[in-house]
């Protein structure tokens, strides 16, 4: 062991990280020795740590040697950041470029801690359009890599990129891998790292509340009840039945933290902060990838439309080898989805009960609640 690996390992310990996992292994070296490298890998197996110690390792054994991390949303780029702020005693220079924060606060900081830029995919490229060029890393990293390669992101990551040097190292993270990555690749080379065993962690148990459509406000209640004491996350599929959602436990006078994408920077940093108090979230598909905090059970409100979302969302629980719990709410809409997640991903969704008749007695007043919710929510636009 060298003693700048020595000097990580001290690090690590200081935050009670005794050993490196297989993953972390499997890509220190290619990615050290600047190979390009595709780690496709689950969550919460320690995909951060995997590309970040081989990164550190290079920054304290090159000097002037600078890297670039992209990722597509702003919460995964802040939370890079603070692992690699594990090591700040390294002198890091270091600049996170996401939205929400001061652009010309982050021009600043650019000109002086340019050595490891972290950022989302969207501000990196307006400080791009307005002339920052940052072609002079020899270590590019793609976190996430499905989710860059979608929709609009595509278009505009391959322009950045194409002011590279083509012989630029690349390395991409991803918990999927699919024929868009493949092509996304092309004719470069790449070692791959392949920890998927399968699409989800062994340890989740997949369980569906089977109960009628007018029920579903009545069944959540119920469940969040019943998992009072634990971390919940709650899925929907809408800003809207975010916001609505989280105004009818407000009248039931239970504590919910709710984030989705139109709140800004400061207003989802808090809702982080502050789900550690409630230990429930009311979420869209913005917090189904990439954040890493405790979850020991996950709710669908709303079933995602593809396998891969579901994939995603389950795996905000059963991480890092601990047990967790993933539960549907389904009606008499959903039984063809269900069979085929089943199928696809290879899993068995259990059927529990809940007494319908209490969820019907109950839905009643939660059908008014709804009703003065989304008058409240009309009269806030």
Partial sequence: ????????????????????????????????????????????????????????????EKENSKFLIISPTRELSL??????FMFKKLNLKMTLLIGGLSYEDQVKELKINNRIIIGTLGRIKEHYEKGWMFNSAEMIILDEIDKLLENNFKKDLEMILSNFNPSTQLVCATATYSDTIK???????????????SDIPKLIEHKMIFIPQKCKESGLAKLIELFNDKKIIVFFSSCHKVKLYKKIFDFLEIEVTQ?????????????????????????????????DFDVDIVIHFDLPKKPN??????????RNNKTGQVYSIVTQYD????????????????KEKLNIEELKENQEKLEIYKIKANQNLKEEK
């Fill in 1 to 60: 062991m060298t003693a700048n690996e020595q000097i990580l390992k001290k690090i690590l310990k200081k935050h009670k990280i005794e050993k490196i996992n297989d993953l972390q292994k499997k890509t220190f070296f290619p990615i050290k020795e600047g190979k390009n490298t595709l780690i496709i890998s689950q969550t919460g197996t320690g995909k951060t740590l995997s590309f970040l110690l081989p990164m550190l390792t290079r920054f304290l």
């Fill in 79 to 84: 939370q890079i950041k603070n692992v690699i």
């Fill in 183 to 197: 092509e996304f690749l092309g004719e470069r080379e790449f070692i791959h790292i392949n920890m998927i065993e």
């Fill in 259 to 291: 984030i989705y994408g139109e709140m800004d920077q400061k207003e989802r940093f808090k809702a982080v902060e502050e789900y550690q108090k409630t230990k429930k979230m009311f979420s869209t598909d913005l917090m189904a990838r990439g954040i």
């Fill in 335 to 350: 039984i063809d989805k269900v069979i085929e997640f089943e199928k696809e991903l290879n899993i068995k969704i259990y």
């Fill in 309 to 318: 979302v579901y994939v995603h969302r389950s795996g905000r629980t059963g």
